[in-house]
């Protein structure tokens, strides 16, 4: 491993990214021109004084799953993330695994849509970027560990989230998110994150019955009702679109011209980001002292 050449291209990646370019809000006593490190390590679930110790040369080996993980927030192109698995001395995961990189033209859009939530999922259920007003209207997504930012974990084993539904409903979605996960497992058999989250989701009764029942319930466009803390129930056109070549899914809440749930999203575009911003002291994202100082496999 070059560790002087890793953070040399560590620090290059931080020094390039805006805070708005990953959905962080900048402030008005913002001194640094690129992302903090405590930013960088916040959105990648690692510890702050991990990214220190890699970016000063002196951080331990690091595993395929972290420099993925720094990669990611980083928007590393495909070339500058081959340049630093290689210079870390790891190989990078085989074709066959499921990417959770999302090429930076995908980032371009969700920045494209600043009046609309917008997440990218992976194929398996990951949520691996939103934009600003996605974290307004779902809660901030950089304050869950990275291994719960997926929509199957946060379903059969996490607290109720914002998204209200009916019985009927949470039927039909709960069934939908297993099928994906079967769907998954066909085309990634050996996939080491997929094989993990699935033993951990076997722990669940609900999520044992769907998987041994099987049926196919694929993903279809349909609305979903948003219990705002602020602003109450907002209910929300949901349109999926998936990108086939890195098998990922777009997923973008609209809502229509002059209606209620529009003159909401308006007003969750003042109020909800204000509050984003609000929440996080200079330099700091809420709670990032707490969150990142356990071990990085407690991520």
């Known amino acids: 491993m070059n560790r002087d050449e890793v953070a040399r291209v560590l620090g290059r990646a931080r020094g390039q990214l805006r805070p708005e370019d990953v959905g962080i809000p900048a ?17 990648a679930g690692v510890s702050v004084d991990y990214v220190v110790r890699l970016e000063q040369g002196r951080g331990p080996h690091p595993s395929a799953q972290v420099l993925g993980s720094l990669a990611r927030p980083l928007r590393m192109s495909d070339d500058e993330r081959r340049e630093l698995f290689d210079l870390a001395a790891v190989a990078q995961p085989r074709d066959g695994e499921i990417t959770l990189l999302v090429r ?6 969700l920045e494209r849509l600043e009046d609309n939530p917008a997440v990218v999922l992976s194929a398996k259920g990951d949520i691996l970027v939103w934009n600003a ?6 809660g901030d997504f950089s304050l869950q560990p990275v291994r ?4 199957a974990w946060q379903r059969f084993l996490g607290a109720p989230g914002r998204v209200s539904a ?7 979605t709960a069934a939908q998110t297993v099928a994906n996960l079967r769907t998954a497992l066909g085309r990634y058999p050996t996939d080491p994150g997929l094989l993990a ?3 951990e989701l076997r722990t669940s009764d609900d999520f044992r019955r769907l998987w041994a029942e099987g049926s196919p319930t694929p993903w279809r466009n349909n609305t979903k009702t948003i ?5 109450g129930p907002i209910t929300l056109d949901c349109d999926a679109m998936h990108l086939p070549d890195a098998d990922q899914t777009v997923v973008v809440y609209s809502a229509e011209a002059r209606s209620h749930a529009a003159e909401m999203l308006a007003l969750l575009k003042v109020i909800g980001i204000q509050e984003l911003s609000a929440s996080r002291t200079p330099g700091v994202l809420p709670d990032s002292r707490s969150s990142q100082s356990g071990a990085i496999s407690d991520r």
Do not use: K, W, Y
């Open 104 to 109: 930076s033209s995908i980032h371009r859009l």
């Open 148 to 151: 719960r930012r997926n929509l």
């Open 197 to 199: 989250l699935l033993r």
């Open 166 to 172: 009916g019985e009927e409903e949470h039927r039909v």
């Open 227 to 231: 219990d705002h803390p602020q602003l």
């Open 133 to 138: 007003m996605a974290a307004a209207l779902m």
């Open 27 to 43: 402030g008005d006593r913002r001194r640094v021109l690129g992302l903090r490190r405590e930013e960088v390590a916040t959105l």
